[in-house]
């Protein structure tokens, strides 16, 4: 299917009761499943089974879910357009020559081209759900930080990533989002607000809600034909009642570097433990400690990971991490605060998801690093600032499919489901 | 922002200290991409950050924690390793 | 010997699980990896969690210690490659450790704490083939891995290696009576120490385990030093081994460049608030100090400092026995004079703790009331005790096994007259004017009766029993 899937189970079972009775729910391949392989997109895990299951899976399989697989990502997370990866690179159903966006890429796949009950609990760091959706014209939604629990998530950047999900409607999305919310006691950065009914959320009109379109988000690094596609969902909010108006988010254009910056510290930190000793991919014993986990890792990681620890290791090295580390922290600290001056007048933000649509991937090969760094520029400031936010697609350009990209405050779920829910209507 | 400028050196040390072992090839690949990323990484000096307190984490989260006690894990520690022996991991040696 | 010292103590916290997950810490009887799961073995997808005793621990530390608490506690990332380390990083505290700036008072001098912090214990390494620097391949246990630390830093303010060691006996016997550690459990306290001599170089000694060996290692290191200063040969600034087999220090062949961190904020937990509630809680229920303890014994039992200190210094445990053999005896003084006296020496002869003695209260004080009863003299007292300590079996049980009772007297003034009547000899030679014929008949009265019969009252029957001969004598005459 499109090589979807890194990891498919010998049988399916699927149980008889609950909210996800008779749905096949996908498991992006950083998230533990316990007995099935999962390798994050890497050889440095190739052969590891996890004994325990993620907490969002366990609490699927509670409702009944069939778990249908892993799906095929960017190694460890890092990658825009799901060629990172030394497994099938999974291809565009709209067009197989075009790559499917990342780093879930596989997620995005199975839920625009599957014809059977399927959700895909997938997961974001800096847009890792919002740009494969937005590419394979799915809808995406990636929560609040900490609204699901990273229990059982093979880490990128502790402080960004988020489990999410994806469905080939709002409603779909909702459902299991509604399913995988919600604190457990094993990881201590959950949040513990009660976990609403979003299905239900995505029925409320949006007449009065107030939307802020920020003007730094439809700069002159957006295709015509994305910009055009985005307002003509705008336009449908607005025939629905809501009130539209410019806002301004100045430190968008730092949300970048500091992303990338903390993104990578704690990355090359995660990274640290894959040596060959306990899973994954292990080597003969031989040499001194130094040599045999110098040897297993280069071996194991591919050529953007290792760029990412080695800039990771850089940015936290005495002597520069005042510099990197602690200031990207501060500039966090800035551009959260640039959001929550803004949801004080409105209640929540549209703008394109992604500056073009899914590129070839002849394209994607001649881009410089920067280049797909660059890509990533409009969905890393909500992803930076942990807050709520969904892709829906909203329309056409050149022929393949247009996500538009609604964010609300910290724990505004409710309000996201409601306006992508008015965004599909149209 | 530092003006130490990233070289090839410096790229061999960090990658050692991080425990990969580059190709001569990667090191050139690398300290040239690694430049042009570090150098689009400045913009970040023209943020004023006098007296803004580092964000951990996008949320505010405080004082999570556990009670003393024990909770036992059924589980093969062993079962995803290749290296071991009598119930220990096996390790390469130190010198 | 004098030198520049500073110390890095790490403590292993007693608590009942470790320090970020649930397993526990219990692992003296365990097989390897026994003690284990997700968390503490580093697997991917696992998130630590904190243990709130290990905190209050800290605290307690920190307290005790006097130092300035930090308002709000985080951990960090450290991060290096080992074979004993899960995830290669390690969970530390670096950026808003525990607590800093505190001082332990050691004969009236201020030895200054640097910093109190927790951390994880990386796993054990079994050297296979080898020792360190030549084992062929190791063998990974993390039942260890996990548990909690706290770390103690002090300022390089001690300035001999015997110091070294009474602030390390000091510090162990405060960690004792707050009840943060157990004083027993193998390696539940390892020193790393800094010691520059004469303004050289500062070289880092590690992994001298538990403060006895510490004087050892300190006085190998400052000799080496020193000696070398007096060939003209620079110190190397470096990081050393104790090898308590040899008892000297190596040199651990590796990089020069110092390590790098690389320190970062534990993104997978949280800020930790010191609220002035918890830790006022804390502090109110905080036990009684060496220091407190000490002057107190002084004051309720009327001991000497001297003897006060020592009962102190042995532990907590021993403290506790004195004051319960105290209460069950009610002579204080005498209690505290053969406890320091002859209870300690024989423990210490023998190489036990008194929990592994078996000596109770109770026993001791059956000793004691022994000697009260007549029963059997101080000097048999003073040679039983080490049977005593060895076993901790019922003094009363051990004079009847061993026949050590006293004779009593009656008995004891026929043997007299026994040898007395066999010895006509001796009784003229005293009666003539040689008393040292009298010590003669002692000698020979004790050589029958041993130990049950105190050797004073010996004489004192006999000097009697010739002197009513003698005067017998003359009244016949």
Redesign the interface.
Known sequence: MYRAFNHLPESLRAGDEGRLSGVYVSVKDN??VEGMP?T?GSRV?E??????D?TVVAKCRLEGAAILGKTAQDEFGFGTFNVNTPYGVPLNPHDPERSPGGSSGGAAVVTAAAEFPHLAISESTGGSISCPASFCGVVGVTP???RTS??????Y????DKIGCMGKTVRDAALLLSVISGPD?????V?HAPVDDYVARADEPVEGLRVGVPREYFGEGVDQGVSEAVWRGIKRLEERGAEISEVSLP?T??S???Y??IAM??A??NL?????????L?MP???????????V??AG?G?EA??R???G??A??????D????????????V?EDFKRVFGDVDVLAAPTMPVVAPRFDEVADM???QH?MMDVLTVAPN????PMASVPCGESDGMPVGLHVMAD?LGEADVIRATAAVEEG | ??D?E?DRG??RR?????????TDE?LER?ER??K???E??R??D??D?QG????????E?EG?L?DDEVSHWS???L?????REDGY??????? | MEATIGLEIHVRLRTTSKLFCGCSTDSADAEPNANTC?IC??????????NKKAVEHGIRIAKALNCSLAPAVRFS?K?Y???DM????QITQYEQPLAEAGYLVLNGRRIRIRRVHLEEDPARLVHVGGDITSSL?NL?DYNRSGVPLAEIVTEPDIADTREARLFLEKLGVTLDHLGVYDPHAEGSLRVDANVSVDGGSRVEVKNITGYRNVEKALSFEAVRQRSMARMGVDVARETRHYDSGTGSTVSLRGKEQEE?????VE????RINLRPGWVETIEATMPELPDQRTMRLVEQYGITGFQAGIIVNAGLEMSLFYEECCRLYGDAETVANWLVTYLLKSLNYLGLTLGESGVKPGTFVELLTLIDEGVISQRTAKELIKDYAAGGESPRRLVEEKGLALMPRGRLREVVAEVVAENPQAVEDYLGGTGKAAEYLVGQVLRRVRARADANVVRKIIIEMLESIGDNASVAQ
Request: aromatic share 16%; with cysteine; hydrophobic share 40%.
């Open positions: 998230v533990c999962s994050a895990l052969g590891y089974v996890p004994p325990f993620a609040t930080y900490g990273r229990w059982g998530l093979i880490d950047a502790n402080s960004l006691r094993y990881d201590s950065t949040l430190f254009r730092y970048l570097s500091s990338y910056i510290a704690e090359s930190t640290a433990k894959f040596c060959g000793l306990r899973y994954g292990h014993l031989e040499g001194t400690f130094d040599e045999y986990f110098s040897a890792r280069s990681f050529d290792k760029r620890i080695i800039l290791t850089y936290r090295m005495a002597g520069y991490r510099a990197y580390y602690l200031k990207a922290l501060r500039v966090r600290t800035r959260i410089e690093p920067i760094y930076l600032a942990g807050i910290h | 922002m530092s130490a990233i410096m790229v960090v990658a050692e200290a991080a425990h990969l072992s580059l990667e690398y991409q690694l042009v990323i570090l689009a990484f913009e970040l023209e943020v950050t803004v307190e580092p964000s951990y984490h996008p949320v989260l999570v556990r589980w093969d520690p079962a995803n390793s290749a290296h991991f096996r390790g390469p040696r130190i010198q | 997700p073995l580093g697997f991917p997808g696992s998130k630590p969690k904190i990332r991060s490659f080992y074979p899960p995830k290669n990083y391949y990974i790098d961190y690389g320190y970062i993104p997978d937990l949280v």
